[in-house]
């Protein structure tokens, strides 16, 4: 079974740019998950869809995010205008659940650093 | 106050020690996982944990419901372990659609 794919892996622009990850979750998994993760912390969820609907987007800073699931498989999730405080890896993940069975899975992250 | 506490921060060990890592959480869960991240890595699920104690290999993983509490043991360590420990709790799915909430990590080194 093929994991969850991220691309790039790394990226580094200078503030005020713009910049767009792409995600490709686990075939099935119907759940897919943004986070942040910042140095030294653990990771923050910023939106969370459930086929291409979203189920929570509470703490995603909507003035310079945007993510979107057209078609309920591939994500991308864009920060415009960058700044120096979105340095962080930003991971992806997804899950299924099936009964009691509970899977989350998580790609390798993009490392952004904003300059 | 975070909602997931981990301690330690930071851990060194040498090889061939038990080690304890310890999570606490403030807020009803349906379950609570021990996540592991190697350095420029992504983040593997070692333990899912909604009563009692897992074991997997030289991982053993203990939940204590009532104390909000969870252990993660690692017996004869390996220089291999050194990661990053996360734990993380899912938040009751009805209300929060499996939200899983996460601690800082706590940073582990064994030395050879």
């Known amino acids: 079974e093929a994991g969850v794919a991220q691309s790039p892996r790394y990226k580094i622009i200078e503030k005020r740019q713009s910049v767009a990850f792409w995600c490709n979750p686990i075939s099935g998994h119907a759940t897919l998950y943004w986070y942040q993760q910042i140095l030294g912390q653990g990771p923050k969820l910023l939106i969370q869809?459930?086929?291409?609907?979203?189920?929570?987007d509470s703490q995603l800073p909507k003035d310079r995010f945007s993510a979107e699931r057209l078609k309920g498989v591939d994500s991308t999730l864009k920060i415009q205008p960058a700044k120096l405080e979105d340095s962080a890896v930003y991971l992806c993940a997804s899950s299924f659940i099936r009964g009691t069975r509970y899977e989350q899975y998580f790609g390798p992250g993009t490392r952004l650093t904003v300059t | 106050k975070n909602e997931v506490e981990q301690s330690p921060q930071n851990l060194t060990a040498q090889e061939g020690e038990f080690i304890t890592i310890n999570c606490s959480y403030s807020v009803g869960i349906s379950a609570l996982h021990w996540l592991q991240q190697h350095p420029g890595g992504g983040i593997v699920s070692l333990f899912m944990?909604?009563?009692g104690k897992k074991k997997h290999g030289r991982l053993i993983a203990t939940i204590n419901i009532q104390e909000k509490h969870s252990s993660l043991h690692i017996t004869a360590s390996h220089p291999r372990d050194s990661a990053v420990y996360i734990c993380?709790?899912?938040?009751?799915?009805?209300?929060?659609?499996?939200?899983?909430?996460f601690g800082a990590g706590t940073i582990l080194r064994v030395k050879s």
């Open positions: 944990l909604s009563s």
């Open positions: 869809f459930q086929n291409n609907g979203v189920v929570d």
């Open positions: 993380a709790v899912r938040l009751p799915t009805m209300e929060y659609g499996n939200k899983l909430v």
